[in-house]
């Protein structure tokens, strides 16, 4: 089981490393975790106040009410590709700003997917399905095809 929950407040890491027993205090990482016996819990503290909360229980747990709400597929192709010009090709889906990001953001709205394309052929494409990611991919790569760069 896993649950999640904020304090309000923030807080003092190191008090609570040096005052509580089973404690590891992860200074480089800026969190403290605390196991207690019974019941058999996990908790990771960080100073923001969030504290998460990891348990196993005795009882047989299913799950109810399940859904996939999105799915990640990454490729990398086997060229680079020249963004401007992609973006360029693949309007009005594709918008490109390098100052603040490296890659071409793709919106299909119809598929409710987005991608991102970056100039080393890596592709990232997230979508509330395989299907449309799919045909997401299916739509972006002549796009990228075109924009290809070529090798001497």
């Known amino acids: 089981m896993w649950s999640v929950f904020r304090t309000g407040c923030h807080l003092n890491l190191r008090e609570i490393a040096l005052e509580r027993a089973n404690v590891i205090y992860k200074r480089g990482v800026g969190k403290v975790l605390m196991r207690l016996r019974k019941p058999r819990i996990t908790a990771t503290i960080w100073s923001s106040g969030k504290i998460n909360l990891h348990w196993k229980t005795r009882f047989q747990v299913i799950f109810t009410d399940f859904k996939v709400v999105n799915v990640l597929a990454v490729c990398n192709m086997p060229f680079e590709i020249r963004l401007p010009e992609f973006t360029k090709n693949s309007r009005p889906h594709a918008s490109y700003e390098p100052e603040p990001h490296p890659a ?33 991919m299916e739509q972006v790569y002549p796009f990228m095809f075109e924009s290809r760069k070529e090798i001497f």
Do not use: D, M, Y
Not at 111 to 131: D, E, H, M, N, Y
């Open 104 to 136: 071409v953001s793709c919106r299909i709205k119809s598929l409710r997917a987005a991608s991102q394309v970056f100039s080393t052929g890596s592709i990232a494409v997230t979508g509330p399905s395989v299907k449309a990611v799919a045909t997401t």
